[in-house]
Each structure stands twice: as C-alpha cells, then as structure tokens.
C-alpha cells in the first residue's frame, strides 16, 4: 500500500499549470511508445506531469492497447537468460485467436499478459520449468507431440508439405480487407482449435498483425539508423542496389504477415514482427536475409540458414502465414508453402524472357494475390498463390 | 494539442542529406507505388525535420530521420494525397485498430462507433462539400507507429467529445439523469503558510518522471498497473518508487519546514493532522491544471505555432 500524501501536498500539486505547449499526438504515441529522442522524452514527461489532458489521452492510449506487451524488467530477466517464453505463449494465444474466426460486435478481450508478480525468484523457477520443457519439446522436433502441436496450429504434415505449392490452385478465401469502413472485427480468444481448414486459417491471418506489430513496435517498418552518411555503402553493396526494408504493410497489407530484408547500407538486418521466435519450421518462426545474402530462420538454437545448397544471393524475404517467399540477385524467387520445411523454385517471366534482375521486394496482400518488385523496376503479379507471375 | 498546417505554407526545401537519404530510402519506403517520387519523398523529409522539436535536436539530423517510421509515413502521406491503393492498404491495416481502439476507450458500441465514423472521416479528409481535402493523416509524422498514432487520436477525440458533451448537457438533462448538486465545500485554509511554501517548493524540486508518478497515481488516481504499462516496467516497481518519492518529498517537507522555524512537532502535526474528509481530490481541481483550449480539433486551420 502507498502512503496517501498530505493535502498540501496534493493541493501544491494540482496547482501546478503546465507552461509548455501540448505535446503533438505523434509525440505522445512516441512517448508511450518510448521512442523519443534526445531531450523530447523529458520534455513530453514534464508536461504530462502538469498537463491532466495530456495524461488522459496518454493513459487512454495506452490502456486501448492492452495487447501491447512491454518488455518488463522481469520480461528482461528471462529475455537475458535466453529464453522468451512469453513470446511462445503469446504465439499460442495468437494462434488461438487467428484460427478462430473472430466476431465482429463482440467486446474485446484483454490478452493475456504476462506478469509476474511474485518477484525474481519466481521468475526464475518459471524460467527453469520453461526451460526444461522447451528443452523436451525441441529434442525431437518430428516427434509425436510436435507433430500434434503442429496440427493444432494447421500445419500440413511432411507428407502433404512435399507438394510445392505452385501446383496448388486459388481454392483460398481473399480476404483483404474492402476499402469500406464497416464493423470491426473483434478480438475474440477461444481455447479449442478443432482442426481449423486452411481457408479458416487464411481468412484469419490478417487478424494477427496488430499482435505483430505490437509485440516488436519498432522492429518493422522502420528505416535503420544510418551512423555515417559514408555509410551508403557496405560490402560492395551500393545504395541503388540496397534491397527493400520489410514490406510486411506498404507495399501490401498486414495480410502479408510479415517481411524482412537486408539493409545494404548498413548491413543491418530487419526482421518483421513475427508471432513467436523460438518455433522451429512453424509459420510463426522469423526469418532474415544476412549481410551476406543467405536466408536464415529462427530455430530453438539460433538462426539457421535455409535454402543453403542455393548460391544465389538472397535480397528479401516475405512471409504469409506458411508460406514463404524468397527473392534474390538473378530473379531468383523460392516458395515454401510449409513454413520452410520444402522449398521450390518458381519461374519469373515476361514476354521479353525469364527475369534476371534482382528480386528486392515480395508482398502479398493474401495468400493468392501478391506482387514482387525487381532491381530494375519491374513488377510482376500473382493473383493464384504464386502459380503464374504476370509483367505489369 | 497540435495545430494545423497552414492552408498552403512556404515548404522547406530539402537539404543534400535529407535528399540522399530520401535517395538511399526510397525503394524501401514503397513511396513509389503510391505515387511518391523521390523529390517529394526529400520534401517529406526535410518538412518532418523542420517540424521537429528543439528539444530534440541534440540527435543527428540522419540519425532522427532514421527513428521515423518510413513506411507507415509514406503511406499515412499518400492516404492524405488520396492515393486510393494507399487507402486500401490502410484500411486493410488499421481499419480494425481504429474500430477497436474507438471501442475499447468509449466502452459502449454506439458510442465508439460513432466515434470512429466521426475519426475516420477526418481522416479521409473530405469537407462537407466533398471538394477540399485536408486529412488528419497530415499531421502524423511517423514518430511512433501509425496505430499507435490512431490510438492517440482516437482518445484525443474521445476526451474532446466528452468535454463538448459534457458542456452542451442541460441542467433539466442532468437533473433527469439523477445528478446531485452539492454545494461547493469551502476551500481547507492551510494553518501556516510555511506548509504550503515547502510543499510547493519541494514538488518542484522534483523531476519530471517523479512529478508524473505523483500525479498520475493521487491526483488522477491512476492504478499502479496503468502506470507501470505506459512506462514499460513491473508494477511493484512503479510501487517501490511511488513509495520512495512520496516518503521522501514528505520528509524534505518537513524538514524544510523545520528550517523554516517549526518545531519538528509541529512540523509533524503540520503533516499529519489532516482530516481523511481533506484527502479527496476533487476534479475541478485536477482539470484545473489544464491549460485552456484550443485542442487539437479547435486549432485546425490555424497556422502552426
């Protein structure tokens, strides 16, 4: 319990009018986003403190953004012991949540959000338990229990993954959203997952992205830092031919799940938010293109390089839901229609030939209806999943 | 709350570096599928980088243009120009969020869909005549996340709603909805004035974050749960300092009053001899710390200070 503050106290605190000008809502949303720079966050703290406008609209916000989960200290804890099993809970909720198909009019439900209020010492046990089970889960990832696990997120099986997707055909739902303002669609949580159909899961995978976002606010969409304006270049790579940054949302929709690219300036790495991190050749697993140009997916034990019988030099990477699309130096583009696990070549091609420009942007709307943007400036689309790439 | 873009101000033109990170950005931004050339995608930035507060001029030109969300900006910019991809894109994207957003601040259906019908039409932008566009998204300049953004004006909004509202109801409307009027209780006198002289002059010895914690959690009664959330850290940890800063703002109170000749009982009796019936903190006194209007919404078309 807090001590109450003596009345003067109160009253000399209520006094005080705040001399500053409003901060601009992009401030606020900066500052509870905690991305002011320099002075900024003393300045925007010190008018919030005088300013109970101000602090309504923050804490109202802030409160509306209940699936924002902040890295706690004791979030911290476990991040530095190498584990975010928060991330894989949450993953589960947002699985939970995307396979079913969420009402419109219902009142939203506050996610789960993990606390852990009983200080450092329960943290580490849950830390320890985690752990160990985690440590089961992944030491025989084709196991029995995995395979469940996977059914239950509607992965295919190896049998059916061996299939590359271009033979499928445009059975899916679209499901971008119209340019209509109609009603929203709510966050509805529901424990039992009965075997989702892909259309379902389809028809939900734009539900995830404000999870997405939300779980890593600045890891998608935001240009990287330059620290030297020399920096333009970095290994060879000049600025004209820097591959995209992530175009999870510009270029596409959130439908598109989620991208990352490599930043040919500087060589950093974007990664799109993804729903867990830890999920060895799940949909929900992140992937990256590093400075060298190979594809890399998380793994329980690290980034683990994909397509590495390849030579090409990937540039970008785009994810929708378990499909993955790779693009890279030669028009090279791969698919994986299983979350990584098969992968299969697709051909690129005008009526002027096959595509030899590098592939630097991938982005797809939904699962049928995509675009990809090549070096030169060339732009196919793809309204059958992939199946055919038509010049525009 | 921030003001308007003049109707058609002098733009700043955009410095060599502005042009070449505009240059090296360009691709990656997507501005050129939503017809953004790389001249006004420069343009963008060196009106962002104009806008930008002093406070934070102490970063990098490049290193700040680097902390903008590029894509979401370029979008937001090309929803303002009326880009109808840009649009659908948008709406597929945050469509939800503002209808959510709108829901869970207003808590009633209605309400928030009016709410969003009403926030989402400023932000296409059109005027009532439907000639004229001037979208809200003008104003987001891609310093935190466009949703982020949309749940900022949504509650800014909300709460401009509720004061309109709140002014235009009747005292017949508000006698029918039950409500009470009580006479104003008389104002506690503080017994001597050196209580209210350290008092004010060790809250403003305090620092900002301090001062917000304060505030937050007695005078807008704020749950240590609401607090610890918007600062990203563990409750119990907003607890700790909410009980380190109150016990020791008290204590300097006190000894300044002591200093200020009281004798340390009476400066103890200065601090705790106050009726529970005084601890209420009333709302006028808390919106009395507001700066007057003009709001957000009041300054449109006012050009920006």
């Known amino acids: 319990m807090n001590p109450e503050l003596p009345k003067p106290m109160l009253d000399a605190l209520a006094r005080e009018a705040s001399p500053t000008a409003h901060p601009s809502p992009d401030e606020l949303t900066a500052f509870v986003e905690r991305s002011l720079v320099g002075g900024e966050t003393q300045k925007v703290t010190d008018h919030l403190a005088r300013c109970a406008e101000c602090r309504e609209v923050v804490f109202l916000a802030s409160n509306a953004a209940d699936d924002w989960v902040a890295e706690t200290e004791d979030e911290r804890l476990v991040a530095a012991s190498g584990l975010r099993f928060s991330s894989v809970f949450a993953a589960s909720a947002a699985s939970a949540e995307v396979m079913n198909a969420p009402r419109m009019a219902e009142k939203p439900s506050r996610k789960w959000v993990p606390r852990l209020v009983w200080g450092v010492s329960a943290a580490a046990g849950i830390v320890v338990v985690a752990g160990l089970v985690l440590q089961q889960r992944f030491a025989a990832p084709n196991a029995a229990p995995q395979l469940a696990s996977n059914e239950a997120r509607n992965i295919s099986p190896p049998a059916q993954a061996e299939q590359p997707l271009i033979t499928r055909q445009s059975s899916a739902v679209a499901v971008a959203a119209p340019p209509s303002v109609g009603k929203p669609v709510k966050s509805a949580r529901s424990k039992a997952v009965p075997s989702p159909s892909r259309d379902a899961v389809k028809t939900a995978a734009q539900q995830p992205f404000v999870e997405m976002e939300n779980s890593a606010p600045r890891a998608a969409a935001r240009v990287n830092t330059l620290s030297d304006s020399s920096a333009a270049t970095l290994g060879g790579v000049s600025p004209s031919t820097a591959p995209s940054v992530a175009h999870a949302g510009a270029l596409g929709s959130p439908v598109a799940g989620a991208a990352a690219a490599r930043d040919g300036a500087t060589g950093r790495l974007f990664s799109a938010p993804q729903a867990s991190n830890n999920v060895l050749n799940t949909p929900y697993a992140r992937w990256r293109i590093t400075a060298e140009g190979h594809l890399e997916q998380s793994t329980s034990s690290g980034w683990t390089r994909a397509l590495a019988d390849q030579t090409a030099t990937f540039r970008v990477v785009s994810v929708v839901g378990s499909d993955v699309w790779a693009g890279g130096d030669g028009g090279v583009l791969f698919h994986s229609s299983d979350g990584g696990r098969t992968w299969s070549r697709v051909a690129v091609s005008s009526s002027t030939g096959a595509e030899t420009a590098a592939i630097v942007s991938i982005l797809f709307d939904d699962f049928q209806h995509g675009a990809l943007i090549t070096e030169s400036g060339a732009r196919y689309r793809t309204t059958d999943g992939g199946t055919t790439w038509t010049s525009q | ?305």
């Open chain 2, 1 to 305: 709350m921030p003001s308007a873009p003049a109707s058609e101000p002098l733009k700043p033109q955009p410095s060599a570096a502005q042009r070449e990170f505009a240059a090296c950005h360009y691709q990656a931004s997507g501005a050129q599928q939503f017809g953004i050339d790389e001249p006004a995608l420069a343009a963008l930035f060196a009106e962002i980088v104009s806008k930008r507060d002093p406070a934070g001029s102490d970063i990098d030109e490049r290193d700040f243009l680097g902390s903008i969300r590029l894509e979401e900006l370029v979008l937001a910019r090309a929803c303002a120009n009326g880009n109808e991809r840009a649009w659908e894109v948008f709406l597929a994207r945050y469509r939800v969020t503002l209808y959510e957003t709108a829901y869970k601040i207003a808590a009633e259906e209605n309400a928030a869909r009016s709410l969003a019908d009403s926030l989402y039409a400023e932000l296409y932008g059109v005027d009532s005549k439907g000639q004229q566009r001037c979208s809200k998204l003008l104003y987001y300049q891609g310093r935190g996340s466009l949703q982020g953004w949309l749940r900022t004006v949504v509650a800014q909004e909300y709460v401009n709603r509720y004061r309109r509202e709140k002014r235009e109801t009747s005292l017949d409307a508000a006698l029918e909805d039950g409500a009470q009027f009580e006479a104003p209780e008389p104002e506690v006198a503080v017994a001597d004035p050196r209580v209210e002289a350290a008092a004010a002059a060790e809250l403003a010895a305090l620092d900002a974050d301090e001062r917000f914690l304060l505030v937050s959690y007695y005078l807008d009664h704020r749950t240590l749960a609401e607090i610890a959330k918007l600062q990203g850290v563990h409750e119990s940890t907003i607890s700790r300092k909410l009980q380190r800063v109150a016990v020791g703002v008290r204590r300097r109170i006190q000894r300044r009053m002591i200093q200020s000749g009281m004798s340390p009982r009476q400066a103890e009796e200065a601090m705790d001899n106050v009726d529970v019936r005084d601890l209420r903190v009333k709302v006028d006194q808390t919106l009395r710390q507001e700066t007057p209007p003009p709001t957000f919404y009041k300054q449109k078309g006012e050009p920006q200070g």
